[in-house]
């Protein structure tokens, strides 16, 4: 495949995997088969022990300026249900995911940004979310994932409108967790990744479920707890003034 074409890119170094939406002539919209491929890589990387992160970014100047329009022309119940599928496996993840975002962050873009766990932009980066401009009722699953980040009110503005904000209201709403100057956002993400590769696997396995809503496998993490071990070496290397070393990792999918 050349590597102008669409598609997903994806790299794996020091335990963090980057996946870049590439579809640089159209300022990264994602086609039909992008949506396509980005659950299976998902399973891929979530199996994966040598990964402990994931970062989501875009191609060049630009995170995702939403689905490719050509795809809502032939038909955009198939086209969403797509993009709703990629979103839930990106929430689905079951370990840290981080958007890198630079420039347009618009419609399925948005989409897929809140999907992650973390978003950090660039000073410049615009956010939209769309549908009021095309018609499209947006789906109920990522109005409420919008809602839990940036409340009802903001919800309603974005939606309504369908107006871009900057990226310094986008931090005010809840919208992205972390804005830096332009430059910055590389060395940004890969201190912050570092950090979260060095941490408990389990913990943030556990707070990842319970702060989605799961409410019904506290005994199951009770139980991963006490016989992972991690506790006690967390404990040991505070008070030998050491790095732990955590060895629980994420189970691989049936």
Partial sequence: MEL???QLL????????TVVVHHPAKRNAMTAAMWRALPPLLDTLAADPGVRVLVLTGEGGTFCAGADISTLRRSPEEAQGLAVHAEEALAAFPKPTLAAIRGHCVGGGSQLAAACDLRFAEEGSLFGVTPAKLGIVYPASS???????VGP?????LLFSGELIDAERALRTGLVDEVLPEGELPKRVGEFTRILASRSQLTQAAAKEFTNGRTDRDAYWTGQARDSGDTAE???AFLERRQPRFTWSVPGRG
């Fill in 153 to 157: 009110a903001a919800a309603k503005y």
């Fill in 143 to 149: 109005t409420r994932r919008l809602v839990s980040l």
């Fill in 234 to 236: 967390g404990v040991a």
């Fill in 10 to 17: 994806h790299t794996v170094t020091d335990s963090v995997a």
């Fill in 4 to 6: 102008s074409e669409p």
